[in-house]
């Protein structure tokens, strides 16, 4: 059975050890807005400072957390075990090289490029992607616009 209702994407959770640092890089770098920030209790883990901010065009949020005490991401991991990997943001095909520019002036690394070819992705074009870091190795991955089986190839 499938399910009943429509659902829709609406945040992701990323664990910051610094969360005023992890707010402002997220403004500068991809102009998510503050929307919100308080303390925050969870089990297993205590109290925190916590923020909601938001994608400049949709209604995606990211949701951090600033919890004392936690160990830091350990990207040597990151293709050998299950779990959340990255988020993925993406541009129109036109922007990209105005992406790419921009986070290059801003001194941010470009950890991987990549094309990926058509018969791949089943587009007509290519896809240009790339990934980067938020300050605490989180991964980001930036993609030009995909939508994975529309395309009627």
């Not at 400072?49 to 600033?66: G, N, Q, T």
């Not at 990926?116 to 989180?138: I, M, Q, W, Y």
Request: include cysteine; hydrophobic fraction near 35%.
């Amino acid at each position: 059975m499938s399910c009943p209702v429509t659902v829709h994407p609406h945040h992701v959770g990323i664990f910051s050890s610094n969360l005023d640092r992890t707010v402002v890089w997220w403004e500068d770098i991809f102009s998510f807005k503050k929307m919100f920030e308080g303390p925050f209790f969870l089990p297993d883990y205590g109290n925190a400072r916590m923020a909601w901010i938001k994608a400049p065009a949709d209604d995606f949020y990211i949701e951090l957390y600033d919890f004392p005490g936690l160990e830091p991401f350990n990207g040597q991991h990151y293709w050998h075990e299950y779990g959340t990997k990255h988020v993925c943001l993406y541009v129109q095909d036109d922007q990209w090289d105005t992406l790419i520019k921009h986070l290059e002036e801003k001194g941010v690394t470009i950890t991987v490029r990549a094309e990926h070819p058509p018969e791949k992705l089943a587009r007509p074009t290519s896809c240009k992607v790339a990934f980067v870091n938020d300050p605490d190795g989180n991964t980001i991955e930036l993609q030009q616009s995909f939508t994975p089986g529309e395309y009627g190839l």
